[in-house]
């Protein structure tokens, strides 16, 4: 009920000479200050809903976001990597063109958006570097990986050509 009374007075007498509402034609009786306080009064308002509005968009994007399961830099044997050779858990081991480093990724959500198709399923559980460095990928492809990997293989163990 308020904020019907605020909005028909800011309505009828928000832009009033001090004798009469230029709207209905007479006298309401309000001064100055009663006017500039119910126009402050539907500021205030409007940015209450503005702000309650925005917050409330904020939350709903949080809820739309995919959540993905942290993932925790680990050490990982080849034994362990063999172990995730199927397409539901795809693990590839990668050495790092700089470092030489051999690092782990899981690339069991990546799958299905390979753009290559089935041919990403082609090392699972073992090496992938030579298919990785390969001419068909572009640069931006060492920048996405790194948000599959999970790790790096253990101190002395190196791929062999069994595993490659």
Same mark, same amino acid.
């Given at each position: 009920k308020i904020y019907k009374y605020v909005y028909r007075r800011a309505k009828h007498c928000l832009f009033l000479t001090v004798d009469s509402c230029p709207t209905c034609k007479s006298a309401c009786g309000m001064d100055l200050t009663q006017i500039l306080i119910i126009a402050a009064a539907a500021v205030a308002i409007v940015t209450f809903f503005i702000i309650r509005q925005t917050r409330d968009y904020g939350k709903q994007l949080e809820q739309l976001a995919p959540k993905k399961k942290p993932r925790e830099?680990? $050490? /990982? =044997?080849? !034994?362990? %990597?063999?172990?995730?050779?199927?397409? !539901? !858990?795809?693990?590839? $081991?990668?050495?790092?063109? #700089?470092?030489? #480093? +051999?690092? %782990? /990724?899981? $690339?069991?959500? +990546? %799958? !299905? *958006?390979?753009?290559g198709g089935e041919s990403i399923l082609k090392n699972i559980g073992g090496d992938a570097t030579e298919g990785?460095? &390969? @001419?068909?990928?572009? $640069? =931006?492809? +060492?920048?996405?990986? *790194? *948000? /599959?990997?999970?790790?790096?293989?253990? *101190? &002395? #163990? %190196? @791929? =062999?050509?069994? =595993?490659?």
């Open positions: 830099f680990g $050490i /990982y =044997t080849l !034994d362990q %990597v063999a172990q995730h050779n199927k397409r !539901d !858990d795809a693990w590839i $081991i990668v050495q790092h063109k #700089e470092t030489k #480093e +051999y690092r %782990v /990724y899981d $690339i069991t959500d +990546y %799958v !299905d *958006e390979h753009p990785f460095h &390969g @001419p068909q990928h572009p $640069i =931006t492809t +060492y920048v996405l990986v *790194e *948000e /599959y990997c999970i790790g790096k293989l253990a *101190e &002395g #163990e %190196v @791929p =062999t050509s069994k =595993t490659r």
